[in-house]
């Protein structure tokens, strides 16, 4: 594994999305939007509720940005390269599949940076809200490396099952996510899902993590245990998902996939 071939990688992909008007436009509109409806929502609710709903929802928009960008920029862009049939031309030259996927990680990483910096700043300037105000720098960072660590996961197992079984699924790279947000308890509490759900919410690192949240935004003790397990849990993921990965550029390359593009 090379630094320059990561760095050419990370180059590629910057052209990529500077060329681009729609990926730029990609990094803040949905995510303005949601904090434009939730945020409008809240103060509603807040205003008829004593329950701080303005920063519990707030709080779960802004970092749940790290799980969707790190998950859908991962896949899309190596969806592009799929199409392009530039996946099937980079095994002609000396770039590992190591070194692509960890460009494409790295740079999810800070186009999630910076739609977080802009829904910080909006957040603050709209609605007097700025999370570094109600939760300690140590948690947030915390809560910031598992999303985007478990985002990745995502984007890599979305990714594993195009290049297994191609184009067909590619809808997965942006709908997966939402799939696994309603078991998350990004805006809500783990009880008020319902019991058959539990155990679908407790095997996700994301459910801890705003469980978390939501006891810093209270003022009640974090459960740290929850978030060791929440990290060790989407460390193993991860694994998983990179050996599963490994195994399904192989079978591209071996079925012809990559040379194909169906």
């Not at 186009?111 to 709209?126: D, E």
Request: aromatic share 18%; hydrophobic share 60%.
């Amino acid at each position: 594994m090379k630094l320059h071939r990561i760095n050419a990688m990370l180059l590629k992909f910057w052209y990529i999305t500077i060329g681009r008007p729609d990926r730029i436009f990609d990094i803040f509109y949905w995510p303005i939007i949601d904090l434009f409806v939730w945020g409008f929502a809240s103060i509603f609710i807040r205003q008829v509720s004593d329950i701080n709903f303005l920063s519990m929802f707030l709080g779960g928009i802004v970092l749940w940005i790290f799980v969707w960008r790190s998950s859908q920029d991962i896949a899309v862009y190596i969806l592009e390269d799929f199409w392009g049939w530039n996946l099937y031309h980079q095994y002609t030259s000396p770039v590992k599949v190591s070194e692509l996927l960890i460009a494409v990680m790295f740079f999810a990483l800070l186009r999630a940076i910076a739609t977080f910096g802009v829904l910080t700043f909006l957040a603050f300037v709209m609605y007097r809200f700025f999370l570094f105000a109600i939760a300690p720098l140590m948690f947030i960072a915390a809560a910031i490396a598992i999303l985007s660590l478990f985002g990745w996961v995502m984007g890599l197992f979305v990714t594993s099952l195009v290049l297994r079984f191609g184009q067909r699924i590619q809808v997965l790279a942006w709908s997966s996510v939402w799939v696994v947000q309603p078991f998350s308890c990004v805006f809500y509490p783990l009880s008020s899902l319902p019991q058959w759900a539990h155990p679908i919410a407790k095997v996700l690192p994301t459910t801890h993590v705003f469980e978390a949240l939501r006891a810093v935004i209270n003022n009640d003790p974090v459960n740290t245990g929850s978030l060791f397990y929440a990290t060790g849990l989407t460390i193993i993921f991860l694994v998983l998902v990179s050996l599963l990965i490994k195994k399904s550029f192989n079978y591209a390359k071996s079925s012809g996939l990559l040379a194909r593009g169906d």
